[in-house]
Each structure stands twice: as C-alpha cells, then as structure tokens.
C-alpha cells in the first residue's frame, strides 16, 4: 500500500467524518519499511483462490486433526508457529503466476490485468501467524486471504470474482463449481517433477473440462469406437462450454498482452489441451469450437485413447485439469501437479466411491 | 415488577436534571468485579412496530439475544461463572422516558435480561454510563457513541443487517488495531483494550469449535503483515481471533453479509458500512 494512496484515502475521509483522523493519520504513519505493490482490484485481476493445505505442505498438521482432533490440531499449529510450511502442490504454480506477473509489470506498468492469488483457508486464525510467517519466508506475493474458521467459503469467492478455486477438499470444490466459479480438487503427486520456473503451463483435459460433458456421455454410453463416430458427424457442431473454459479464456487474454508487444515466442504463458480425442475424427469438433470461442491453445495433444501420463511427463504443465479421477491419478503417479475438476457425467460413478473414501478432513 | 415498587437512586444535578437508574429485581445483579457491563440505548432496542402495550424490537434486538446466549453457554460449564455480559438499557429519548414502565415491561416480553434501566437526558446520559462502569456502549445514533467515545467510553455504532447469526460475532478493524508510537491514542483506548481482554478472557472459556461467540478481525487496507501485527497485538492484549480477512484494498462491503458481525469495534466509532 502505496503513503500515497492512503493519504488521499484519510483525505476524503477527513471530509465525511472528522472523528477518523485518529486512526487514518496512524494508518498512514504506519506505512511499511520496504515498500509493497499495490494488489490489484479484485474486478480487474485474474483471482485464484488457493487454500492451504493445496499451497504448502501440511500432512503433519492434517494427521494431528485426524487423529487427535481439533485443540490438539491448533496447539501444535500454534506452537510451531515460527516453522514455515514446505511448498505443497500447488507452489509452483503460484510462483510461476507471479513470474507472469513480473514480466506483465514490465510491459503494462499501470495495468492491473494480473493474477491476484488469494489464500481461502476455513482454517481457523489461530494458525493464521504461522500462514503469514510462511508466506513471508517462501516470499510469495499473497496480500489477500480469507481465514474463515471452519465457515465454507464458497460466499467469499463469490464477492471476490474468483476466477479459479484450488482446493484439497472435493466437497468445496464441488459447492464451487455448483456456484459456476471454475475449481478443482488438487492432488499432491508422490514427486513433483521439475517445472519451469519463467514460463507458466496449464493443460486441460477437453471434455467436461473445457468443453460441457455432452459427448462424454456418448462414450459413457457407447464406448471410444462410437465416441469418434459421433463427433466425426457432428464436427461443425460447436461444443458447449465447460467449468474451465473461463479460465482458458482469461490466459489467453493474458497472452494476446505479450503477443501485442511483440513476445508471442517468448511468452511466459503456454497452454496445453490433453485429450483422448482422437486428431484424426473427434479432434476437429474440439479444435473448430475453441476457434469459434476466440481462444487459441498452444499444443493440442490427441491421444486417441491413450494413457495422458507420460505426455504430461513431457510437457511438465503446474497443473492438470482432467474430469476423470483415472487420468488425474495416472497424472500424479507420474509427478504431474493433476487436478480433479468434479463436474459431468464421469462423476456419477465416482460419487458412490469417493463417498466411502471421504473422511472429515482439516481445516485446509 | 413496575416502576413505582422499584428501588430508585436518584443524583441530583445544580439544575435539577435527573439521572435515575432502576435495577431490575427480576434479573440477577451480576458481581461487579466479573461483569462486562454493556450499556444499550432503547431507541436502538425498541425501534420496530408497536402494539399497543409492547414496543417493537429494532436493531439491538439479536444482539442483546447474542449476549444472553453467551451467558447461558457461560454458566451451563460453570454455575458460579462470574464473567458475564450485565446489560444495562440506557433512555435519554425524553418522549421515551415518558414511557418508563413500557420499556420495562417491554423488556420483559421480548425475554431480554436487562439488569438495570437508566434515564437521563441527553446531556447527562454520559454520566450514567461512567456511573455505571459501562465498558461498552452501543448506539444507533453517531453523535451519540462519538460523544461517549470522546469522554472514553468504548462505543460502537449498530447498524441494520441482514439475517443475524445466533453467535455473537464481534468485528474488529485491523487498521485500526495497529498503532505507529507517535501521534495522540483515541480517549476511549484504554477502553477498548481492557474490554478486548475481557472479551478474550471470555472466548477462552470454549474451545475452537462450538463456540456462543467468534471474534472476527477485517483488515481492510493493510496488507498481510499488517494483518499478522494485528494478530499479535490482539493476542498480546489476551485476544485471540477465529477469522481474519486481510482485504489489502478490496472493499469490504461485498462480505459484510457473510461476516454477519452485530458490532464493529475500532478506535473512535466507525460504522460496519462505513
């Protein structure tokens, strides 16, 4: 926060209500050392929303809740406080967001067309110091957070345009998703493969993804061999939208910022689709409708079927967006950063066993 | 119990106005020592529609159902709890106060715990929260809590709001709370740092979950770091904050509704939509 933006801010103020100079003057005086950038206004910026237990490493702390309950779960929370958190999954990504944000600054100084990266944790504040002095230590440029002490906080995503929604907890990212905010349940692979540190990849999955689940369902129903056959004859059909294509849409508005000065080589933005479409029949009804959407993917990858790990291996994408918890799994087998994103057909079947596998979880 | 049974104390001033206080003899009087006395002011608490013998409720209402919630859950894990809300229903509406004995009985049928009801004018009404030991004063009317703010007292404006929780959910303004060394601290500083730990002291006695009152820090404009020097200076002062929100600039009306405090502390007063 800018001395010169809270002063006009106690100057108006001044106006309204003489009794406020009392603390305006002292907000003003207070005025960190080192002085910090401005975050952007929520309406302006590319907000994702990222909870804790996603952003660093917490499995100690979510183990003490399992096992010893809440008290205990603070005590410990409060009583390490001073130990920063190690990344957790979704730390890259934020670091290669900021990495975008830097080289926008260069190119559009007064612009607040950046990613604003929020921490959303019903985490209760009591552990809110050791979140800060995290944050603090791993230097990540997080000044919004909402700590909502065990309160969902779908509402606060709501009143802040949240663009995207990571999370560990499946139940919040389905309530998400139900609030049309794109999110996705973020899973930590047993090794995180080495990502770029300056350009910043995201693959999606196409269908129920990108596009709506509409010819999932065919394959649900039918099987691959009709799937193809179906999309092959409705080609110049144009595919209804899915949960992510937002987000898409928002990356690429990004890009279109460093292709206009020249930098479409060198952009620290690429973006992946990853589909068991096929190039041959059902990818062009995939191709025609993000063209008819405006957005353009960098690499399209029809796999035909094929299993989507070792292509991701290659690419090395932050993170993977896939409906189906096989591909997401395989994914993460494989050190890819995959994320399940709840949503169509896939999860009809999927919802009768996750529900015996959900346990209560920890505040995240 | 009606007016004219009452015991009375009466102080006399020079010019002969009255600051009278009624004790409620239906309501226990709390230990003075333990009690956090919150002065309320009537035309906050009976605002809505009248009948013909009751006054409405108005804004104050599910704040006063808020304390006395607290105060059951207080005295459900110990009988002899002393650290309770003591509410005490202050009138300086002089038309009101025509009306004494249908603020008291109107008390009464909304079930509110009102130990003490005190009458004054406009000019005195101040000394009847000093008298009394108010800790927190809560108003409806700016002037009026900027008033009592001034000479000290720790006052907070209540606002309308929409649907209101069942916990007592108080709102402090990080801004607010952190403080440069130099520069003159608002009167009503003492205040409000021994009503916070009070207030902690308070919220101490539940645990993290389940609890009849939350203590909800909003940091509007400062950023993380001045949110986490919030943090501890509450904890330093024996407050212990269940939600924090760092809003680094963004505004704060869009999760009023979700924040659903009943009152906004900070230096000076300042309104929740302020």
Sequence with gaps: MSLSNSLTASGQDLTSSGNRVGWEEASTVLKPSTPTRKSPKPENAITIGVSARVLFNMEKEQHIYEQQGMEEYIKYQVEHETQPFSPGPAFSFVKALEAVNTRLRELYPDSEELFDVVLMTNNHAYVGLRLINT????????????????NSPIGYLKAYHTNLYLS????????????????????????????SETQLR?????????????????YKAHGLDKF??????????????????????????LQKKFYAKGQRMDCPIRTYLVTARSAASSGTRAL????????????????????????????????????????????????????????????????????????????? | MSVDSARETLYHRGEADMVATIQNTDVKQEDAHGAVVVAVTSRALFGGDDDDDVSGVGVAFPLLQALQRVNQRLLEKDPAESLLFDVVLITTDSQQ??????????TRHHGLEVSRFCFSSQEDFIESLLTN?????????????????????????????????????????????????????????????????????????????????SIVL?????????????????????????????????????????????????????GLED
Excluded at chain 1, 135 to 150: A, K, P, Q, S
Excluded at chain 1, 172 to 193: D, H, S, Y
Excluded at chain 1, 240 to 249: A, Q, S, T, V, Y
């Design chain 1, 135 to 150: 944050i603090n230590h791993h230097e990540l440029f997080i000044e919004r957070f909402c700590m909502t002490g065990g």
């Design chain 1, 168 to 195: 560990a907890d499946p139940v919040k990212v389905r309530e998400a998703l139900e609030e049309g905010i794109a999110a996705a349940t973020m899973f930590t692979p047993e090794k995180m493969t080495e990502v």
């Design chain 1, 202 to 218: 995201v693959a999606f999955d196409g269908d129920a993804v990108l596009f709506s689940d509409e010819s999932e369902r065919i």
């Design chain 1, 228 to 253: 193809f056959e179906h999309e092959k004859a409705h080609e110049n059909k144009l595919l209804d939208h899915g949960p992510l294509k937002g987000f898409l849409e928002a990356l690429g508005k």
């Design chain 1, 288 to 364: 025609k409708t993000l063209r008819s959407w405006g957005l353009e993917i960098d690499e399209a990858l029809f796999l035909a079927g094929a299993p989507k790990g070792p292509m991701l291996e290659k690419i090395r994408p932050h993170i993977f967006f896939d409906d189906q918890l096989f591909h997401v799994e395989g994914a993460a087998e494989m050190g890819t950063v995959a994320c399940h994103v709840p949503y169509g057909i896939a999860q009809r079947v999927i919802k009768r066993e996750t529900h015996d596998k959900e346990t209560s979880s920890a505040p995240k």
């Design chain 2, 97 to 106: 106060q025509q009306q004494s004995s249908r603020i008291v009985s109107s």
């Design chain 2, 133 to 213: 030991n108010v800790q927190l004063f809560l108003s409806t009317d700016r002037n009026e809590a900027l008033q009592a703010s001034q000479q000290g007292v720790l006052s907070a404006l209540l606002d309308r709001q929409g649907a209101p929780s069942e916990q007592l959910r108080v709102m402090l303004c990080g801004d607010a709370v952190v403080r440069p060394d130099a520069g003159p601290a608002p009167v009503s500083r003492p205040a409000a740092e021994s009503f916070s730990s009070r207030l902690g002291e308070m919220r101490r006695r539940f645990g993290a979950l389940d609890s009849p009152l």
């Design chain 2, 218 to 270: 909003v940091t509007s404009s400062g950023d993380r770091e001045s949110c986490g020097v919030a943090l501890r200076t509450l904890r330093s002062r024996g407050l212990g904050v269940d939600e924090a929100y760092c809003l680094a600039g963004a505004p704060r009306s869009p999760i009023l509704s979700l924040l659903r405090p009943h009152f906004l502390l900070g230096d000076g007063v300042i």
